[in-house]
């Protein structure tokens, strides 16, 4: 950038003697000030978060163990999901297939969302190479897809029921959730009556959590009291209603497959698309 000049010139009357009775006056110097070019190599950049290794997250959060922790939403042919709006919500039934099958060929367990509360409150030894399948919002294709092919593979999973929205179009129904249910396979755990955030009043959200609570328990569900956050962001509001309900867990949207019961609350997934599972990290 050119430099700002700042001078002050003195006229001596055209350049000749100075009028009768005038002060003479000094003559500033001009001075020169130089104001240099901002790039962006001068501006100070964000400095990266460090991501702690297994190893810091046990010794600060710990006991912690490794256990992806796989979560879905529908299952369904994907002209289905165009014309409901619903792709970037949906894995085919093919792919979820090939996920099951990926499982079993490289030897994981899938293990209840309870056997992991029970490693942070008993110290439960859960199988080395143990993963948890969850589905959220708890869509009718669950049951008309998901539910024969996970069936098939003998696998476990946990579905996250916002109690208010079962019975409407496109959801379970409570006849469907017992019969899920029965099989010994399948959880349901508390996603709020009306899929609320856990933004908003402390009333709000614990009317939201407590009376999806109470009607999980009226259909014998969700014994282990376990919570996922709708849209997946956690609140310090909801983690003290939870706490105070007595639920053990509460599982976010964020990425990561290390579980610690110092953060039992805030817990990570892995949110699984149209890839393989070897994508994931798996």
């Given at each position: 950038?050119?430099?700002?000049?700042?001078?002050?010139?003195?006229?001596?009357?055209?350049?000749?003697?100075?009028?009768?009775?005038?002060?003479?006056?000094?003559?500033?110097?001009?001075?020169?000030?130089?104001?240099?070019?901002?790039?962006?190599?001068?501006?100070?950049?964000?400095?990266?978060?460090?991501?702690?290794?297994?190893?810091?997250?046990?010794?600060?959060?710990?006991?912690?163990?490794?256990?992806?922790?796989?979560?879905?939403?529908?299952?369904?042919?994907?002209?289905?999901?165009?014309?409901?709006?619903?792709?970037?919500?949906?894995?085919?039934?093919?792919?979820?297939?090939?996920?099951?099958?990926?499982?079993?060929?490289?030897?994981?367990?899938?293990?209840?969302?309870?056997?992991?509360?029970?490693?942070?409150?008993?110290?439960?030894?859960?199988?080395?190479?143990?993963?948890?399948?969850?589905?959220?919002?708890?869509?009718?294709?669950?049951?008309s897809i998901m539910w024969?092919?996970?069936?098939?593979?003998?696998?476990?999973?946990?579905?996250?029921?916002?109690?208010?929205?079962?019975?409407?179009?496109?959801?379970?129904?409570?006849?469907?959730?017992?019969?899920?249910?029965?099989?010994?396979?399948?959880?349901?755990g508390n996603h709020t009556?009306?899929?609320?955030?856990?933004?908003?009043?402390?009333?709000?959200?614990?009317?939201?959590?407590?009376?999806?609570?109470?009607?999980?328990?009226?259909?014998?569900?969700?014994?282990?009291?376990?919570?996922?956050?709708?849209?997946?962001?956690?609140?310090?509001?909801?983690?003290?209603?939870?706490?105070?309900?007595?639920?053990?867990?509460?599982?976010?949207?964020?990425?990561?497959?290390?579980?610690?019961?110092?953060?039992?609350?805030?817990?990570?997934?892995?949110?699984?698309?149209?890839?393989?599972?070897?994508?994931?990290?798996?």
């Amino acid at each position: 950038m050119a430099g700002i000049v700042l001078g002050v010139i003195i006229d001596w009357v055209r350049f000749g003697r100075l009028k009768k009775n005038e002060t003479k006056l000094t003559v500033i110097p001009t001075v020169t000030i130089t104001i240099p070019t901002i790039t962006a190599a001068m501006i100070p950049t964000k400095i990266p978060v460090k991501q702690l290794t297994f190893d810091e997250m046990n010794n600060s959060f710990g006991p912690c163990v490794r256990v992806p922790v796989l979560m879905f939403h529908h299952i369904q042919e994907m002209k289905d999901a165009k014309e409901k709006h619903q792709t970037s919500l949906t894995v085919i039934p093919e792919d979820f297939r090939k996920d099951m099958e990926y499982l079993k060929t490289n030897n994981y367990t899938s293990i209840s969302l309870a056997d992991l509360a029970a490693f942070f409150d008993q110290g439960l030894a859960l199988p080395k190479k143990s993963v948890a399948i969850t589905l959220d919002d708890a869509y009718e294709d669950n049951y008309s897809i998901m539910w024969p092919i996970l069936k098939e593979y003998g696998f476990k999973a946990t579905i996250f029921t916002p109690t208010g929205l079962v019975q409407n179009p496109d959801y379970l129904s409570w006849d469907q959730i017992k019969e899920m249910s029965n099989s010994g396979l399948v959880y349901f755990g508390n996603h709020t009556w009306s899929h609320h955030g856990s933004t908003g009043s402390p009333e709000v959200l614990e009317k939201e959590i407590s009376l999806a609570d109470t009607q999980l328990n009226e259909h014998g569900e969700n014994q282990a009291k376990i919570f996922a956050y709708p849209y997946g962001n956690p609140s310090k509001s909801a983690e003290s209603v939870l706490q105070k309900s007595g639920y053990k867990m509460a599982f976010t949207t964020v990425s990561g497959s290390t579980m610690c019961k110092g953060k039992r609350y805030e817990l990570p997934r892995i949110r699984v698309g149209n890839a393989s599972l070897k994508a994931y990290g798996l």
